[in-house]
């Protein structure tokens, strides 16, 4: 497939307002996902540690169909019921490198469905290529050999190549544990010790997720 478009955002809202943002979430991923052809997925996950954190997760085919969601009546309704409420938003400007899903057409909603892992990974100066080649070779391997291994995607910094995003899912937490233990992800560790100037792990949980289901893409 072409490139699509892929966005990342990390948003906040106060206690209170948790209720407000998960129903405001629904009916915008929910809509979107059947009205919209060219929104391909769409994640909203809390922030295991901090359950008023979230991180929400994009693809679309192409700038064209972004902007028809942005355009969208659910996205303004979402906007209007939210945007006030929001006590923290940052954007994260990226641009898609591997998105590998097995997952089928669908939607899911609740903390029940699925293992979700959110990292982003800061390399050493001129690592990003030794770093970007290994990480890939081991999503592929992943996706290839783990049935329960559902869906991976990788994204690049647009302002600094250095920094490395992931969001993976995985059937349950056995699922992700049995990963961390394959040969694959061994070699991956390995391989790339050397080249991180930092690391951080982020356990998820779903609040609602939609995706058109099959998606593949290899820059």
Request: with cysteine; hydrophobic share 35%; net charge negative.
């Amino acid at each position: 497939m072409e490139k699509p478009v892929a966005h990342l955002f990390k948003l906040e809202v106060s206690n209170h307002d948790i209720e407000v943002f998960h129903q405001a979430g629904v009916n915008n991923l929910s809509t979107s996902y059947q009205n919209e052809d060219g929104t391909l997925a769409m994640y909203a996950s809390k922030i295991t540690e901090n359950p008023n954190q979230f991180i929400v997760f994009e693809v679309y085919k192409d700038e064209y169909a972004y902007q028809q969601h942005l355009n969208s009546s659910q996205y303004q309704e979402f906007t209007n019921q939210v945007g006030t409420k929001l006590t923290q938003q940052k954007a994260f400007e990226v641009e898609p490198i591997f998105l590998k899903e097995k997952l089928a057409s669908s939607k899911w909603i609740g903390a029940e469905h699925f293992c979700l892992k959110f990292a982003q990974i800061l390399v050493k100066e001129n690592e990003e290529l030794n770093f970007r080649e290994s990480v890939l070779k081991n999503m592929k391997a992943s996706i290839i050999a783990e049935d329960d291994v559902l869906a991976m995607y990788a994204l690049q910094d647009r302002n600094n190549s250095q920094r490395f995003y992931f969001y993976e899912v995985y059937n349950d937490e056995k699922a992700y544990n049995i990963h961390c233990n394959t040969s694959h992800f061994k070699t991956y560790i390995n391989e790339t010790e050397g080249a991180l100037a930092n690391k951080v792990l982020v356990d998820l949980q779903n609040d609602v997720m939609v995706t058109k289901g099959s998606l593949t893409y290899l820059q």
